[in-house]
């Protein structure tokens, strides 16, 4: 079998296409065509420069990337297992929604339906009877819109933003009503049906300095009603215990003023801010200080945020 190797006698140009045949058949897939980069099995070796040092990224067939050596955060692999960076941003789809959270008297929470590709969200926001708007740009789905006025009528809207676009406003905005403000008892002036007269009279009455029936029914009527006001700007409603608010109030044939009307109108302002005053049983003193402390009280719950 000697004679294999005995190319004596062969044209010249047949004998260089042989020995390139023959050194490209060493060479093993993937690797550099001097095969600088690879070991005599063909494998990747330590000094493959896009190699780990322990080669387990590497792969035959030479891509620059794979599952166990992926692209850099703003690559994508292709199935060739190449990288590219050059990937088309797609423009965000999809119809908006928004949910209430919670509202107060000068600002309104609200969470909004997640828009496909969309990286921001433009929320914008005006008085329903008006055109002119504002906005709040978020990353997140939850946003609360502060600065509104009380008792007043808003539209919201939205959508969503990446580099390549927006989705379009969802197509009927969100319509949601802040809390009413409720202006504090005064002692010195009307608070409704009582006139101002009548009030400060009252007000003498429980400080010890009038006389007691110079407390007119209306006044009460008056402190029912500023509660029922209160309770309705916070969106909460009338705890019955003890009276409905009907049955907790006056009239000009029914002025007595009992155990449970005072503990009805009592635990309604103590279950959301405390009195300090226990629960009154028929026959119990109700000492003057007892109705300036429940107005004080009233006060300090409406500064509650």
């Known amino acids: 079998m000697e004679f294999l190797h005995d190319y004596s006698g062969l044209p010249q140009s047949l004998l260089d296409s042989l020995r390139s045949y023959r050194g490209a058949a060493r060479a093993p897939i993937g690797c550099n065509a001097d095969t600088s980069d690879c070991s005599k099995d063909g494998v990747c070796t330590d000094s493959s420069p896009s190699c780990k040092t322990d080669t387990s990224d590497c792969r035959t067939d030479g891509a620059s990337c794979s599952r166990d050596s992926p692209c850099s955060s703003d690559g994508v692999c292709r199935t060739d297992g190449v990288c590219t960076y050059d990937i088309p941003v797609v423009r965000p789809s999809g119809t908006g929604k928004i949910t209430l959270v919670s509202v107060t008297e000068t600002s309104v929470t609200i969470t909004l339906k997640s828009i496909s590709n969309a990286n921001i969200y433009h929320v914008v926001y005006r008085l329903a009877s008006e055109t002119a708007v504002k906005f709040v740009d978020t990353y997140s789905t939850t946003v609360t819109i502060t600065g509104l006025s ?135 003193i109700v000492y003057g200080w007892y109705f300036t402390q429940l107005t004080y009280c009233m006060n300090q719950w409406i500064d509650q945020s």
């Open 150 to 284: 009380p008792g007043t009528k808003y539209a919201i809207n939205y959508y969503g933003i990446n580099s390549a676009g927006n989705n379009g406003f969802m197509s009927t905005p969100f319509y949601v009503t802040t809390l009413s403000s409720v202006k504090k008892w005064s002692w010195s002036a009307s608070n409704g049906s009582a006139s101002a007269a009548a009030t400060r009279a009252a007000y003498s009455a429980v400080s010890n300095r009038g006389r007691v029936r110079d407390f007119s029914y209306v006044v009460w009527n008056d402190m029912a009603d500023k509660v029922k006001e209160i309770l309705d700007a916070k969106n909460l409603g009338w705890n019955t215990r003890f009276l409905s608010f009907s049955a907790t109030k006056m009239s000009s044939g029914d002025r007595t003023l009992t155990a449970a009307r005072f503990n009805s109108l009592r635990y309604n302002i103590g279950l959301h801010y405390s009195t300090g005053i226990n629960t009154v049983s028929r026959g119990d």
